[in-house]
């Protein structure tokens, strides 16, 4: 290497043969790196069609045999859908009638009637309750031979003007 120092003591004649050295190892070293950026190149290349091959989309493919098993299935499938679709399509009929799942007691069962109503008809803010409704639940008794069915009649009272209502409470069964 060269000192700037030493440069400052060449005369012109040693300094023209310094820059005519200097300018004839340019292109070797251009070379050098020309070869060595294609070398780059070329590996790099190389490791994405690796990367390609090894992690790429995968070439298996289905061969005939097993694509006749998708065909066979596709017309039940299809059918299958449009049975579906065509269920869809029409309109719902009328909801069932809500009926009780228990069939009611037969009537030529002898009947006794329980009332339940409430301690008092009168509301708690001093107003007269009316009565609304009832609700019967029917409960088969038996005794020594003799079947008989015992209705338990609830009273539904409302007070119109805090427009609450009461109702005696269930008894236990």
């Known amino acids: 290497m060269l000192d700037p120092a030493s440069l400052a003591q060449l005369d012109a004649q040693q300094l023209r043969e310094l820059a ?3 300018t004839g190892q340019v292109p070797g070293k251009d070379r050098e790196i020309h070869l060595r950026q294609t070398k780059i190149d070329q590996l790099t290349h190389e490791m994405a069609a690796l990367k390609r091959w ?3 989309r995968s070439t298996e493919q289905l061969d005939s045999g097993q694509a006749l098993l998708f065909e066979e299935t596709l017309a ?3 059918a299958a859908i449009e049975h579906e679709l065509d269920g869809l399509r029409t309109p719902p ?4 009638v809500c009926q009780p799942k228990r069939a009611p007691l037969p009537p030529e069962l002898p009947r006794t009637e329980i009332h339940h109503e409430p301690d008092s008809t009168a509301c708690a803010s001093g107003c007269q309750m009316q009565r609304i409704s009832e609700d019967v639940s029917e409960k088969l008794d038996y005794t020594l031979g003799l079947f008989s069915v015992e209705r338990h009649v609830r009273g539904k009272w ?5 427009e609450m209502i009461h109702q005696a409470p269930v008894p236990p069964r």
């Open 158 to 162: 409302v007070c119109r003007s805090c």
């Open 54 to 56: 090894k992690f790429g």
């Open 93 to 96: 009929a009328k909801p069932p």
């Open 76 to 78: 039940a499938d299809l």
């Open 20 to 22: 005519l050295s200097l």
